[in-house]
């Protein structure tokens, strides 16, 4: 079987290929786009980092090809919609450059407030500016946390042995959960209010896009110094600029930006008080090594025994229970993705119900493909239909399941009830046809909505105008409404309202629907 690597790889990851019997070993890093097309074209398995493009072009001219592995995490280079339509496995390394990335973290953290890179400049050119860098202790400061996953967890534990006080904000975790972590839950004002130093480590969601930004620096204690190593996009770049130059941040360290390389006349790159990197996070002689022996023996463990590991697009079960449940698959992680982002902040326990002829085929792989969909929107790409089991305990998440051979109103049926800090909330789906799913209902509101694209939740008094109200709001945005349904338990009460809409719709647009007095909640869902 010819395995193809297009992409610079260590030795070590090279030699698990070579040593395995009756593989053919291609190796062609910094292969070009047109010569990647033609080698692939007879290839079982395509091996890359993050500089080849694994393109619908190129899943489409893989005749053989049953596996992607992506040495990392980041996936922003790969076509999973093409990878699933190929029938393709994706795989990648969520966790071989956890560690680095912590240390990274920390190093920025020390260098940040110790001013190290500016001081070395200067000695190095001559002068002796014992003076001027002035910088300022760790021990006994407070560090807040924007995110408590796996790499979160370790600078959390790392920053608890300098003896500095930690703030938490992960509104996907319980207090205690925190609390035995070390660290204090708060709001995110609180936290912006407290922290000496802020770090993020969350992934880049319709939710946390520019989360530090002008409204967020405004807010934060003065002298405070942030540190971002986790993705580009979740810092407002010159609003930053613009609150150091004020005075009200003391500083930056930044390893990854919006655009990387970031443009030359991007303002942070002239500040002193800014300390950059270029995307190093990962960058140790280990994690690269880790990385690529990790992957190497995912793709020979695929290729020889038919085992699947981080797979990103499919769970481990056979081929030919996978054509059968990949509509059952597709559901559940849809009804996972929808209650995330409707209702799951302070997520103790979930509880999910398989009910008709879904019971007939084995439900473990529904409940994994759930939670992936239900972890992925706080995690982000970490979340895989393997570990998914394993986060979802490490975040104390309690998971139930039932089963009953019979289905009220429907043939079969997935509920999800989840149990969070605002109370018990519910969603179920129905599978109607092949690939033609939907959600049948949302707490006592009974509903059919496609769970799919852009999707706008909206509980109202039940009064008149407030449809109109709506759509006139979409149609003066220039958003077209795919299809709507309106759920309502009484006359006058309150009613809930599901609208598929073509495009996203925007922050302002939304905030003017929550001003209206008849409108009890807006949220935007993303599938």
Known sequence: MKV????????????VFEETPGLEL????????????????DADALVVRGGTQVTAEVFAAARKLKVVGRAGIGIENMDLAAANRKGVVVMNTPFGSTTTTAEHTIAMLLALARQIPQASCSTKSGRWEKDRFLGVEIAGKTLGVIGAGKIGRMVIERALALKMHILVLDPYLSEEMVRQMGGEQVEFKELLARSDFISLHIPLNSETAQIIGPGALSRVKPGCRIINCAVGGLVDELALAQAIEAGQVAGAALDVFAKEPPEADNPLLSLDQVICTPHLRAAT???????????ARQIVDFLTRGAVVNAL??????????????????????????QAQICARGLHS???????SITEHPTNPLTVALLKGLLTPMLGSVVNYVNAPHLARERGIRVIETRSNTSEGFSNMIKLTVDCASGENSVCGALFGENDYRIVRVNDHHVEAVPEGHLLVLHNEDRPGVIGFVGQLLAKANI?????????????????????????IPEAVLTEMRDNENILSATQVHL
């Open 313 to 338: 697009n499919v769970p481990a079960v056979s081929s030919e229970l996978l054509a059968v449940i990949r509509p059952y698959l597709d559901l559940a992680e849809r009804l996972g993705a929808f």
């Open 26 to 41: 291609h190796y062609h890093p910094g292969i070009s786009t047109e010569d990647l097309l033609t080698a692939v074209a």
């Open 480 to 504: 077209n409404i795919a299809m709507m349904n309106l759920s309502r338990r009484k006359i006058k009460g309150r009613a809930m309202l599901m609208i598929n809409v073509d495009s996203p």
């Open 350 to 356: 979930i509880t999910v119900e398989y009910a008709g």
């Open 4 to 15: 193809l690597v297009s992409d610079k790889f260590s030795p070590e990851g090279l030699r």
């Open 285 to 295: 002689v280990d994690a690269q090594v880790n990385v690529t022996v990790q992957v």
